[in-house]
């Protein structure tokens, strides 16, 4: 399976580098390494620290291909003076400004909803505000931080649990019982963000805000 990645330089806490990698070399190997880099990452890592978040596991390659084009499109690239990122092409398996249906774009902003894809404390400039609103247009607002009533709860739970899918393992909440089709699916939850739930699964963390989560096997329950 594939995965989907973002390296943030701590100096500013923005994003510089976009890609994607898969578990073939090992958990997170391209992600985490430093060497086969062009010129131009290098020149940024050797000036700054930087971390590596993962923004997307469990993909199909042609799923990472697709999203990797997509955020590189948000973030821009500073090569062609369009953003901040070092990457020197437009992503999708390095083929040079490659285009995305409308179709996909409407699929990806779909699936990003409630998440939390920029840096905490990062602050764009105007110029970037602009692009983004007129990016997401038409996106529903968060209601990151609004706790779900009871009966939200309980349509999160049965809708769930009517959506198993046979690559991905079922994720339940042990404080609430809501139960997600895949670590994915979980970490749409608004009250989480992207990343957190799948650490506290890997032992990087014993919880998420105060949440305890396991895979959810119906035989055991």
Known sequence: MAYLYRHIRLDRNEPFYIGIGSDEGGRYSRANRKTYRSNFWTSVASKTDYRVEILEEDLTWDEAKEKETWWILFYGRIDNGTGILVNLTDGGDGAVGSKISDATRKKLSETRKGKRYLPE?????????????????????????????EDQ????????????????????CIETGEIYPSVEHAERDPRFYIGGVSKVLNGYRKNLKGFHFDYYNPEEA
């Open 121 to 149: 404390g990062w602050k764009m400039t105007d110029e970037q505000k602009k692009v983004l609103s007129e990016k997401m247009k038409g996106r529903e607002p968060s209601n990151k931080g609004v706790p779900l009533t």
């Open 153 to 172: 709860r309980n349509k999160i739970s049965i809708k769930a649990i009517g959506r198993p899918s046979p690559k991905r393992k079922p994720v339940i």
